[in-house]
């Protein structure tokens, strides 16, 4: 996942997280979501960002990401953890969330994003293809620029790994250019016709 990549990359996805997901979770004395391919923590961090700004701090206090990828360096777990970053990949970002959420860190061009959501994400590797999910009771998992380097028999065989580590009702997204394989279609339905956002069914 070495690309250059930058916060919140892929707003339209986003924000209509923001719109369905966030109300339909709001409530849930756990809200716990899997960001699978995460690459260096730009995308859960942004998440993050804006589940804060839209659930407010008694919501966002049972709020937490599982972020994983491969990372056989051990590179993106650093990252995360230190959640250091440099200037450039800030730009794009609001510039309110900006202000709000990160500090000047001690290198000089770089930025340390605030501890109230850096602790809201935690980092482990993992490799999809071993179809053994992190966990269970997800109300959300993104896969995103992942899928579509798999074969489509794998493809098929995550999703099915994604579907039942879900909450009845929980969400999947992926990438715009993703779409749901005809053979596993009868465990979602989707939820806008604007983005890849998929509700679980339970069968």
Known sequence: MGAFTYFFRDMQTLEVIVKHVI????GRSKIRIWDAGCASGQEPFSLAILFAENMGPFGFRNFHIDATDLDVG?????????GVYKEEELRRMPRDYFEKYFQPAEKRGY???????????????HDLLSLQPIGYDYCLILCKNVLL???????????????????????????????MPRQVAHLFEQ?????????????
């Open 149 to 179: 380097h798999l074969r489509p028999s794998e493809r098929i065989e995550v999703i099915k790994m994604f579907h039942s580590a879900l909450v009845p009702g929980g969400y999947l997204a992926m990438e715009q250019t993703q779409k």
């Open 23 to 26: 109300p339909a979770v709001a």
């Open 111 to 125: 930025y340390r994003i605030d501890e109230r959501i850096r602790s809201k994400v935690s980092y482990r590797r």
């Open 74 to 82: 051990n590179l993106f777990h650093r990252i995360i953890t230190e």
């Open 191 to 203: 939820v806008t016709p604007c983005a890849q956002l998929y509700r679980k069914i339970s069968v």
